[in-house]
């Protein structure tokens, strides 16, 4: 079985949370025998065209590049898939919620669009899987409605998730 992992590239040199933690994924993806691909996407943390990112992310469907998709973090979790799984780390989930604050007041429409996008991205996701407690918790706070599909990272758990999920087309509603 092929698993793409999608995630982004923010900047040149550097190493981030996110980087550490797809090196685990792809040896643990490796050693449970699955064909591993990345998709890194560009993304710059700038408030300024974070509206027109999201949009972009959204607009890509993956669905005929591997039987499954991992999305490392946001915003590489707007991007569509069938079958797609979720890591978010707490870095991320605060940073995302940050910069749509700097870019739009949250009475905006924009912001609303935006949150649309996550909501519309998260209930698309087969399983959402948390690096820490605090990622967890705000998840579950902002949106109450994916609780079902929350769950604390365990590369085990997501392994058997991987092989478990079915073959069921998840609709990939518009944001």
């Known amino acids: 079985m092929n ?7 923010a900047k040149i040199g550097g190493v981030s949370c996110v980087d550490s933690l797809h090196k685990t994924l792809v040896e643990q993806l490796k050693q449970a025998g699955y ?11 700038d408030s300024r065209n974070l509206v027109e990112q999201i949009l972009a992310f959204r607009l890509l469907n993956l669905s005929d590049y591997a039987d499954r998709m991992i999305g490392l973090d ?3 979790g707007f991007v569509k898939h069938p079958r797609k799984f979720l890591i978010v780390s707490s870095e991320s989930e605060q940073r995302l919620s ?9 009475l905006h429409p924009v912001a609303a669009r ?3 996008a996550e909501r519309v991205a998260l209930k698309e996701c ?5 690096e820490q407690a605090d990622a967890y918790e705000g998840l579950a706070q902002s949106y109450p409605a994916i609780q079902s599909s929350l769950l604390r990272l365990d590369y085990g758990r997501l392994i058997a998730m991987l092989a478990e999920s ?3 087309n998840v609709e990939l509603l518009p944001a």
Do not use: M, N, W, Y
């Not at 591993?36 to 710059?44: E, G, I, R």
């Not at 087969?126 to 948390?130: D, F, G, H, R, T």
């Open 3 to 9: 698993v793409l992992i999608v995630r982004t590239v």
């Open 35 to 45: 064909q591993v691909d990345t998709a890194l996407l560009p993304f710059v943390h």
């Open 74 to 76: 946001f915003p590489a």
């Open 98 to 106: 940050v910069e749509i604050g700097h870019s739009v007041s949250s």
């Open 114 to 116: 935006v949150r649309h």
């Open 126 to 130: 087969k399983s959402i899987l948390c």
């Open 166 to 168: 079915t073959e069921k």
